[in-house]
């Protein structure tokens, strides 16, 4: 049961470059997420993909773009990276978004800004 | 927002039950209370939820004021393997925006 898969595990990059993560699930779940976690904070919400075909911002969007590529994909895109988005990055989905649903959570993406 | 107020840890014997309380005064009556917890290196893990009624599932217990302004997790039998940390969230809105705080670090020792 792969469940929702991130990659890449782990990435460096110079302040400047670009980079692409990516999030796959194999839930058939209609709705996607981006968060970050900062040290020793909560998670915070960057985009959602409420269903396939739309996305919106979430609580901290700036600096990042999403493209649901299908219902299984949801990419997240950083196209100048800074030090300040130095994180955790995890992906989740769920069914269809209601607040009753449960959230499923990928490993997560350790990802350093030099 | 409703926010949530955790300890900051918890330590606990193995084969112990382990209580895990949750202030969250401003709770709405719309809003979800769920429980996830966080291994080291690995995402969030759903744990339980619930809205007004105490759920039993096969992970942990959810007891719930009858005020709803607190609740809590009960982990019935410690294993090595359930420290964690421990988050309360009140889901206030759909689309995955929910407040995540601190959390509670469960210490669990042999």
């Known amino acids: 049961n792969a469940g929702v898969t991130q990659t890449p595990k782990f990435q460096v990059l110079k302040t400047g470059q670009s980079m692409t993560l990516q999030c796959a699930q194999d839930m058939n779940h209609n709705s996607m997420y981006w968060y970050r976690q900062d040290p020793g904070m909560g998670l915070r919400l960057i985009y959602y993909s409420a269903s396939e075909g739309t996305t919106d911002k979430g609580e901290v969007p700036n600096g990042y773009n999403v493209s649901r590529l299908n219902k299984r994909e949801f990419s997240l895109r950083l196209e100048s990276a800074a030090p300040s988005q130095t994180s955790v990055y995890f992906c989740?989905?769920?069914?269809?978004?209601?607040?009753?649903?449960?959230?499923?959570f990928g490993s997560g993406t350790q990802l350093s800004v030099l | 927002d409703a926010k949530t107020t955790q300890p900051n840890s918890m330590e606990s014997n193995e084969e112990e039950p382990v209580h895990l309380p949750c202030n969250h005064s401003t709770i709405s009556g719309t809003d979800y209370i769920h429980w996830y917890r966080q291994l080291p290196s690995q995402g969030p893990e759903y744990v339980i939820h619930?809205?007004?009624s105490n759920v039993n599932n096969r992970m942990a217990s959810l007891a719930i004021a009858e005020d709803r302004k607190s609740s809590t997790l009960i982990l019935h039998r410690a294993t090595l393997r359930d420290a964690a940390v421990y988050y309360c969230i009140l889901l206030t809105d759909s689309w995955g925006k929910f407040q995540f705080g601190a959390g509670t670090q469960v210490v669990v020792t042999p």
């Open positions: 619930g809205l007004t």
């Open positions: 989740a989905s769920s069914v269809g978004g209601a607040r009753f649903e449960k959230l499923f």
